[in-house]
Antibody, heavy 118, light 111 residues
Framework: EVQLVETGGGLIQPGGSLRLSCAAS????????MSWVRQAPGKGLEWVSV???????YYADSVKGRFTISRDNSKNTLYLQMNSLRAEDTAVYYC????????????WGRGTLVTVSS | QSALTQPASVSGSPGQSITISCTGI?????????VSWYQQHPGKAPKLMIY???NRPSGVSNRFSGSKSGNTASLTISGLQAEDEADYYC???????????FGGGTKLSVL
């Protein structure tokens, strides 16, 4: 079955770090564009980051310099390392597969909740 | 404030048709045919409903259709059903450093 499963969310204090994981099955992460999209409680969707199949990475201005997207090809898993977390980073984080060049998200995980609070 | 503008809410009766608009600018919606639409039920992940302005993925009902004119894209749902009640988000590629932008979402109520 083709699916994405996110893990790693939780409660973290402001300024702290957290690493999210997204395990893929049924397809190869490294052959696809993969992205993180987040949704603050009661709010809309916000694109966070993407890693291209070739390895290039891009970030939203709101997380640039604090978040790092990566992947482990041997584990077929996508990651999001989040540092210097702020209250406004509180959200459900979804990983999603991106259609190259056309920029639509055709497969989504169920999400993992990150709460940044003291 | 979201990059793409959608109405906060729309409503319709079963069997009716509704249209949700999504307005951007020339560097996103107006400049590329890379508009997509997502349906999200409460507590669930978004689901792709339309891609590349008007294409439906396999398995999505043909009651859902998309179009674009200038800087505004639209999602039309015909023959409304109770299960269509959800939040709908548009998205577009953008030539800015952001790469992709979303609308603020539209809550569809089926009365």
């Amino acid at each position: 079955e083709v699916q994405l499963v996110e893990t790693g969310g939780g409660l973290i204090q402001p300024g702290g770090s957290l690493r999210l994981s997204c395990a893929a099955s049924g397809f190869t992460v490294s052959s696809n564009y993969m992205s993180w999209v987040r949704q603050a409680p009661g709010k809309g969707l916000e694109w966070v980051s993407v890693i291209y199949s070739g390895g290039s990475t891009y970030y939203a201005d709101s997380v640039k310099g604090r978040f790092t997207i990566s992947r482990d090809n041997s584990k077929n898993t996508l990651y999001l390392q989040m540092n210097s977390l702020r209250a406004e980073d509180t959200a459900v984080y979804y990983c999603a597969r991106v259609a190259p060049l056309y920029w639509y998200f055709d497969l989504w995980g169920r999400g993992t909740l990150v709460t940044v609070s003291s | 404030q979201s990059a793409l503008t959608q109405p906060a809410s729309v409503s319709g009766s079963p069997g009716q048709s509704i249209t949700i608009s999504c307005t951007g600018i020339s560097s996103d919606v107006g400049g590329y045919n890379y508009v997509s639409w997502y349906q999200q039920h409460p507590g669930k992940a978004p689901k792709l409903m339309i891609y590349d302005v008007s294409n439906r993925p396999s398995g999505v009902s043909n009651r859902f259709s998309g179009s674009k004119s200038g800087n505004t894209a639209s999602l039309t749902i015909s023959g409304l059903q109770a299960e269509d009640e959800a939040d709908y988000y548009c998205s577009s590629y953008t030539s800015s450093s952001t790469l992709v932008v979303f609308g603020g979402g539209t809550k569809l109520s089926v009365l």
